[in-house]
């Protein structure tokens, strides 16, 4: 069964320091990779997907994330944080084939930006 | 264009007492979802719909129901509620073309008592 291992529960950087959120899945055949965020008291937005290409994803709110297929893994990266990025983070992956469209959802990163 | 719109946005109950959640979306979108999410379990899928008469169970369905009588509306109901369904409720919806991209609701904060 497929399945999505966020490792870190939270993360504290600093307001300017870099980001980095990881995000591993397993999975038969390289599925659809997705990095979504919820702001306090709200639902989730997407951040930015990769389907296939390059595997350097440009996404909203200056957020990026690198695909590497022999590490099963899709880290979301920011070179500098801002408060307002304070949030949980879900990484997702969805079947390209096989007649299912259900998502696989992580159980989040919590970030904390210290000012 | 409102996307996924939810009601309401926060209930309390008493144990027992049934309700309905409504989830609607008007991007004509046939996957429909419903969610929970508990805090460090974060979301758990309840049911989910490929389309208009079409729903099936995901991973925690026990106590739910749902309906798919239109493309733009998917219910979640609550037959006899328990403390245990104290959670946020998230409906989705997404196409079932090309890129399987949710689109989530703001979400219904229920809470029994």
């Known amino acids: 069964a497929q399945s999505v291992t966020q490792p870190d529960i939270h993360i504290t950087v600093s307001e300017g320091a870099s980001l980095e959120l990881r995000c591993n899945y397993s999975?038969?055949?390289?599925?659809?990779l997705f990095w979504y965020v919820q702001s306090p008291g709200q639902g989730l937005q997407l951040l930015l997907k990769?389907?296939?290409?390059?595997?350097l994803v440009q996404g909203i709110k200056g957020f990026e994330a690198e695909f590497k297929r022999s590490q099963s893994s899709f880290n979301l990266r920011k070179p500098s944080v801002h408060w307002s990025d304070a949030a949980e983070y879900f990484c997702?992956?969805?079947?390209?084939?096989?007649?299912?469209?259900?998502?696989?959802f992580g159980r989040g990163t919590s970030l904390i930006v210290h000012p | 264009n409102a996307g996924v719109t939810q009601t309401p946005k926060f209930q309390v109950l008493k144990t027992g007492q049934s309700m309905t959640l409504q989830c609607a979306q008007d991007?004509?979108?046939?996957?429909m979802s419903w969610y929970r999410q508990d805090p460090g379990m974060g979301l758990r899928l309840i049911h989910y719909?490929?389309?208009?008469?079409?729903?099936d169970q995901g991973e925690v369905p026990n106590g739910y129901n749902v309906s798919r009588s239109t493309t733009e509306d998917f219910p979640l109901r609550l037959l006899s509620a328990a403390p245990s369904q104290t959670s946020v409720y998230f409906c989705?919806?997404?196409?079932?073309?090309?890129?399987?991209?949710?689109?989530f609701g703001p979400g219904t904060r229920l809470t029994v008592t």
């Open positions: 989705a919806s997404s196409p079932l073309a090309g890129t399987y991209e949710q689109y």
């Open positions: 999975y038969g055949a390289t599925p659809y």
């Open positions: 990769y389907f296939s290409g390059d595997t």
């Open positions: 997702a992956v969805a079947p390209r084939s096989g007649g299912s469209y259900i998502p696989t």
């Open positions: 991007m004509n979108h046939e996957y």
């Open positions: 719909s490929v389309g208009a008469g079409i729903t």
